[in-house]
């Protein structure tokens, strides 16, 4: 891939991008959030196109317009939670819109001919998965390797993807999905391979290149003198910070929340912590950390399995979302979409779902006029732009769905927020606004803000611990602590050099 460009309402989201990769080689691809590294591989895998630069393949120049012609290619993706069918079975799901070799609607579907190419398959390429078995009994790891099945099973396959494979995935199935990287190498498949974590790169990669602010920063082999984890913390950092943070003035108050050893098991281990009124605190770690698992315990969506959570000084069971936004806690989801708004339905209508009782009448119904004057209030004060609180949030901007799933939870008038993943899929205009808001906000409330952004995280917090794999591994005031210290804990849990990544 050579001078890759690729641009998005003001935002360039690569310029002029070189990338190469060899046969049988794996070559992860690393940087921060919004570094670029996702849409160099939708532009490879054909769900995007380039505005500008030069693909080739074995030296031959080729357009990649739409997946079905990066498939044509060779190239195949295998992302984050691969989609299918549970109810299938493993050599199903492989050849799920391929059953038969003509595309008439009159062609037979014969399982016994799929069971015989799965074999043929695995006879290829070993690994340990029963094909047979509905998808739904299968481990993590097992799904995960059909799914790299599912890629191999195109004709003429050389290029494997493989976006953040063991973001979900425990310790020893880690292992396993090695093992068959590993078998792929052997057969000459090339892997481009994205992740986070910095230990990972020293056991599978050969070689790795760092996208910042849409640029190559630099490719380097594992083996290349000087090359650790602080050098490649470094490359992914440089020296920018985005000034689009409100000036820190937190100066903490009355302690809110404190957790007490709170753990849910198979996601995060001891947590303890203190929230309080005056400050922010943040907490960074990469997917699969337990941040999210955490936000959602502390708000009732994933009970805990042991520990304890005070508000005030009155311990609290928080066994539903319900129990939490009663205790005055509420949860600002990453997933907005998904998570935090109704699309479909009115301004106003989302901002008041969150406490319904204060726009209900006596009789059980809803006073529109209520509705309607609150919502505005809500909507001046987060001076969302909109023509009326009647408006569809699926028609607004992200910023500005943002602030509706904000003002959502102002109307609960809680005494702890947490805002995780605050301003995914905002623009850098609107993330200043969203800042000042939190920083507004936790001038009279408990904030906590929870992201796999370090650069948000340092930037917005006043106190800041990081987690790694389940558990705390940093945390102090931010001003003792560095960018760049914060992503290594983040990354490796703060276990510094090749030497010793390659020894854990």
């Not at 984050?80 to 391929?98: A, K, R, W």
């Not at 943040?282 to 009970?303: H, W």
Request: charged residues 25%; proline residues 3%.
């Amino acid at each position: 891939m050579k001078g890759i460009v690729k641009q998005f309402p003001g935002v360039v989201a690569l310029a002029g991008v070189d990338f190469d990769l060899k046969p049988g080689e794996v070559h992860a691809l690393l940087g921060i959030n919004g570094a670029g590294k996702s849409t160099l591989i939708k532009i490879l895998a054909g769900i995007y196109q380039k505005d500008a630069g030069e693909i080739f393949f074995n030296d031959h120049k080729v357009e990649i317009n739409n997946p079905n012609e990066a498939k044509a290619n060779g190239i195949t993706t295998v992302y984050q939670d691969p989609q299918m069918i549970p109810s299938y079975t493993g050599y199903e799901n492989i050849f799920l819109g391929s059953e038969t070799r003509t595309k008439s609607v009159f062609s037979v579907i014969q399982r016994r001919n799929l069971r015989q190419r799965a074999q043929k398959l695995l006879e290829r390429f070993p690994f340990h998965v029963d094909l047979n078995t509905p998808v739904w009994e299968l481990a993590t790891v097992e799904k995960e390797s059909i799914a790299i099945l599912r890629a191999l099973s195109q004709e003429n396959m050389s290029i494997l993807i493989l976006d953040e494979p063991t973001s979900i995935l425990t310790r020893s199935e880690r292992d396993v999905l090695f093992e068959q990287i590993e078998i792929l190498k052997s057969r000459g498949i090339a892997i481009i391979y994205i992740t986070h974590r910095l230990d990972e790169v020293f056991q599978i990669a050969d070689r790795f290149t760092v996208l910042r602010d849409g640029k190559n920063v630099g490719t380097y082999s594992i083996h290349d003198s000087g090359i650790d984890n602080s050098k490649i913390t470094e490359l992914m950092l440089g020296e920018k910070l985005n000034q689009v943070f409100p000036m820190r003035s937190g100066v903490p108050e009355e302690e809110v929340l404190r957790l007490d050893q709170l753990s849910v098991d198979g996601y995060f281990e001891g947590i303890s912590l203190t929230a309080c009124k005056g400050e922010i605190l943040g907490i960074f770690g990469l997917v699969g950390s337990g941040f999210d698992e955490l936000c959602k315990s502390i708000y009732g969506a994933l009970p805990s399995d042991r520990g304890k959570i005070i508000i005030g000084r009155k311990e609290v069971v928080h066994r539903s979302t319900g129990d939490a936004v009663q205790n005055g806690v509420f949860l600002i989801p990453g997933d907005r979409r998904n998570e935090g708004q109704i699309s479909d339905e009115s301004i106003a209508f989302n901002i008041t779902l969150s406490n319904l009782k204060e726009i209900t009448s006596v009789a059980g119904l809803i006073q529109t006029r209520h509705e309607r004057d609150d919502a505005r209030r809500i909507v001046d004060a987060l001076n969302i732009k909109t023509p009326s609180v009647r408006q569809k949030v699926a028609l607004l901007s992200g910023g500005n769905q943002q602030k509706v799933v904000i003002g959502k939870g102002l109307y609960t008038d809680s005494s702890v927020y947490i805002f995780e993943e605050p301003t995914v899929g905002v623009d850098v205009g609107a993330k200043s606004g969203i800042y000042r808001l939190i920083r507004d906000l936790s001038k009279d409330k408990a904030v906590i803000v929870a992201s796999s952004d370090v650069e948000e995280v340092y930037g917005i917090s006043d106190r800041v611990m990081v987690m790694f794999k389940g558990r705390v591994v940093l945390e102090k005031p931010v001003q003792d602590t560095r960018l760049d210290e914060m992503l290594l804990y983040g990354l490796a849990g703060g276990v510094d050099g090749k030497k010793n990544q390659q020894e854990n």
